[in-house]
């Protein structure tokens, strides 16, 4: 069983910052990606910034510049520093691990989401 726990979500004014984390726990063998995925109220939920373990990142054309996915190895952890944040950055933010669980084959893991909220 794996365990995905975000932290650092809350409110923020346009233009500040927050940074978020999420630490994957359980019988973890390898993290091939993690991932940071939003969802808005009347939105279909949509992929943020995606990192491989081995420090590649990828990021969604409107946070580009402003986002910073990064990928702690030894401690199975992703942050999300999120910069210049704009009401529309507004959502639950989920984390996403794709990874092999000891005896198992790769699979996907959510954590159960974080509220970001920036006021105009």
């Known amino acids: 069983q794996v365990r995905l726990v975000e932290s650092g979500g809350g409110l923020v004014q346009a233009g500040g910052s927050l940074r978020l984390s999420c630490a994957a726990s359980?019988?973890?063998?390898?993290?091939?990606?993690m991932a940071w995925h939003r969802q808005a109220p009347g939105k279909q939920r949509e992929l943020v910034a995606l990192i491989t373990s081995g420090g590649t990142a990828q990021y969604k054309d409107s946070v580009k510049g402003r986002f910073i996915i990064s990928i702690d190895n030894a401690e199975n952890t992703v942050f999300l520093q999120m910069n210049n944040l704009k009401p529309e950055d507004s959502a639950v933010y989920y984390c996403?691990?794709?990874?092999?669980?000891?005896?198992?084959?790769?699979?996907?893991?959510w954590g159960q989401g974080t509220q970001v909220t920036v006021s105009a």
């Open positions: 359980g019988s973890i063998s390898s993290i091939i990606t």
């Open positions: 996403t691990a794709f990874l092999i669980l000891i005896g198992a084959g790769p699979d996907d893991y």
